[in-house]
């Protein structure tokens, strides 16, 4: 799903300047985003739901006093994130797991191919497309969540690095080093994947 | 070209793929990566496999709220906020 900046930065004027209809038009547009990332937060549809309603709320009260619109997209995943995060904790204690950087890293001067993208030309290749999908919904919810979150701001909610910071509350550095052990992560766990019919 | 080489060079480069991937690393270390790369077949393949797992997001189902439930969810949203 590609963000449509433009578009967002039209919606959240019109919220500022109270069109009748702004608030539809925000929450028929931002409610889907923000539950397809609450679930993979948070795990559960009823929470996501909670956090779709509470931020939605929370931010067009927000919006009245946010002199750049632009603004809100750190704002709004920030405080999308905070409710994930709350809900987790009340829903069960979870440690601080780290993924560690040598068990990701090529050992032995050897590397095996990694993921196997499905062919765009391939008709056949739905099936794989499919398999592929599901293991690597299974695998970004199997992260640890401090990487989960960043992988799914940079890569999924295309936020920069930079909005990405912000709306956590950590360094630059920090969003980079989680973004790339995540994505070595995932690389690690999707590589025995191929089409069938091909091996590594 | 794949000689036998110094291997930490291949860990402190490793560290910093996702960043050459992204063009977010400095010049001078972005030139180094690539010398490497020259030298390296191990670190180059390791690199492309990234950069396919870069790509991996779209692949990702849309997870989406029924309508009816947007529209619940809108209306609370409205009366709580007085609208």
């Not at chain 1, 109270?18 to 923000?34: L, M, S």
């Not at chain 1, 050992?107 to 290749?125: H, K, N």
């Not at chain 1, 919904?137 to 912000?166: C, F, G, H, K, N």
């Not at chain 2, 030298?39 to 189902?61: I, M, N, Q, Y």
Request: hydrophobic share 35%.
């Amino acid at each position: 799903m590609e963000r449509d900046r433009e578009l967002e930065t039209e919606i959240l004027a019109e919220v500022q300047r109270g069109e009748p209809g702004a608030f539809d038009r925000f929450a028929n547009h931002f409610a889907n985003r923000i539950y397809a990332f609450s679930m993979r937060m948070c795990g559960h549809r009823e929470d996501a739901e909670d956090v779709v309603q509470d931020t939605l709320i929370a931010a067009y009260r927000k919006l009245s006093d946010l002199r750049e619109p632009k603004a809100l997209t750190s704002w709004l995943y920030r405080t999308v994130s905070n409710a994930c995060l709350m809900k987790r904790r009340r829903s069960k204690f979870a440690p601080k797991q780290e993924l560690s950087l040598e068990s990701l890293l090529p050992q032995g001067g050897t590397v095996d191919d990694g993921p196997v993208l499905p062919s765009e030309q391939d008709p056949e290749a739905g099936a794989y497309r499919a398999e592929l999908s599901e293991a690597l919904e299974q695998a970004v919810r199997d992260l640890p969540p401090d990487y989960r979150i960043v992988w799914l701001m940079r890569e999924v909610e295309e936020l920069s690095t930079e909005e990405t910071a912000e709306a956590l509350g950590i360094g630059i550095s920090n969003v980079k080093m989680r973004l790339h052990r995540a994505r070595l992560a995932l690389r690690k766990r999707l590589a025995g994947l191929h089409p069938q019919g091909e091996s590594s | 070209m794949n000689e036998p080489h110094d291997r930490s060079q291949c860990r402190k480069l490793a560290d910093r793929l996702s960043e050459y991937l992204d063009g977010e690393l400095p010049e001078d270390l972005r030139r180094e990566v690539e010398s490497h790369f020259r030298d390296c077949v191990t670190c180059e393949k390791f690199l492309v496999s990234l950069g396919r797992t870069r790509e991996l997001a779209h692949l990702l189902p849309r997870l989406e709220l029924p309508p009816d439930v947007i529209r619940k969810l809108t209306e609370s949203a409205r009366e709580e906020l007085g609208l």
